[in-house]
């Protein structure tokens, strides 16, 4: 099993010094290239993160028909989409990625009729898929689940309805509007999630020939047109990972400099370390961070854009272990993120949950220990507690953490810290 060792030898750690450059959004690129499905042609997507996620999501885009070359050291994708498509995505393949089930929109669009496996994913809680299937069946899709695919057709094909989701879900926001960029009349969707990487994917839209208005709002009318253009397209930067360097510089002290992350989209973000005490200086594709002693703890609350981030919420829990004071660390989005608060209370931090609500009690320094990441973000999140943590820590697992954060080990080392990849007994053996 791989994991990280990160050697902080009086829990201070070295305050971290360097700059980082942030790739595209994993959370954008992924629904980028399920878009490419709706045009015919070659669809050319850059500033591509290099994960694995992009390499299953190409190979489930070859399974419906598509030939993908991905080109991880120019960061680039091209997809070749064929008239006709297949229109089942296999468990084998989908299980393996929870952003797959973005293809059920444009099948259904493609070809009236699509087969997707019923996705796994991070082990966050149960990310139903009720409001994708009720926005499409308005748009005149019928579904069900058979043998764990979700099987849906609109066999008089798709058109324009209205679709008011019951809460602002990033993955039922695109299903629809995908399916809604090629139904025969308007759809009005309201209540949309306003994520930065939903204006990406409309942005793509738009440039490939679909009608949109209101982008960046909480409603968007589509109006459907009859044929999409394949286009090329650069993926928006990925503002988490922006926001996870954010919180090393907050976490270890030092000063970082990000580039390829717009500070608009980290905007609570880092109002809250800015207020907290850290010195945030923003720039138009990317913001520094510098702090020179501990900061002062800060609540959160999660909730969609433009609200804190869920995905940052790890992160700003570990800030609070080390930090002056008490927060509250409120979760309203997935309600097993909490499960890294154990891991972190591994590491000596003061943390009680109760419920979708955590209080932590800031200590100067965490104690050095082995942990275990359950996703990417909680896995990151721990190895920047380790960074605080007096000793060794070792996060098993790290591939959770590949998953969303390449070159992760480089950067850090870049940064001045003590961290390395290494081979990890099997827990269970130990
Ligand atoms: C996406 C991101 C994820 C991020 C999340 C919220 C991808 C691949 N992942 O996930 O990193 O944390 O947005 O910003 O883009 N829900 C339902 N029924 C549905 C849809 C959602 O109950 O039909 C629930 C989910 O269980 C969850 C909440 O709504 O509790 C939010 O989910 P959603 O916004 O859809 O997140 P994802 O698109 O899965």
Known sequence: MEGFLVRSPGGQGRPLRGEVRVGGAKNSAL???????????TTTITNLPDILDVDVMARLLDELGCTTRVDHTRAVVEIDVPEELAHHAPYQLVRRLRASISVLGPLLARCGRAEVALPGGDAIGSR??????????RLGAESRIEHGYVVAEATAGL??????LEFPSVGATENILLAATLADGTTVLDNVAREPEIADLCGMLVAMGARIDGIGSGTLRVEGVRRLSPVE???????????????AAAIAGGEVEVHGVDPAHLGIVLDKLDR???????????????????????DVVTLPFPGFPTDLQPFAMALAAVSDGTAMVTENVFEARFMF?????????????????AVVRGRPRLSGAEVVAHD???GAALVLAG??????TTVADSFHVDRGYPGFVEQLTGLGVDIERVELADLDDR
């Not at 629904?31 to 042609?41: C, D, F, I, N, Y």
């Not at 139903?128 to 069946?137: A, K, S, T, V």
């Open 233 to 247: 397209h650069a993926t928006v930067g990925d503002r988490i990972v922006g926001g996870t360097w954010a919180f």
């Open 276 to 298: 907290a005490g850290a010195q945030v200086t923003r720039h138009e594709h990317g913001f520094g961070v510098r702090v020179e002693r501990r900061l002062r703890s800060f």
């Open 31 to 41: 629904k980028l290239m399920a878009a490419s499905l709706l045009a015919p042609g």
């Open 387 to 392: 960074l605080a943590a007096e000793g060794e």
């Open 376 to 378: 990417i973000r909680a």
């Open 341 to 357: 608060a154990q891991e972190l209370a591994r590491l000596g931090a003061d943390v009680h949950v109760d419920g979708h609500h």
């Open 128 to 137: 139903g898929l009720d409001m994708h299937l009720e926005g499409l069946e």
């Open 159 to 164: 058109h324009g309805a209205e679709v008011g």
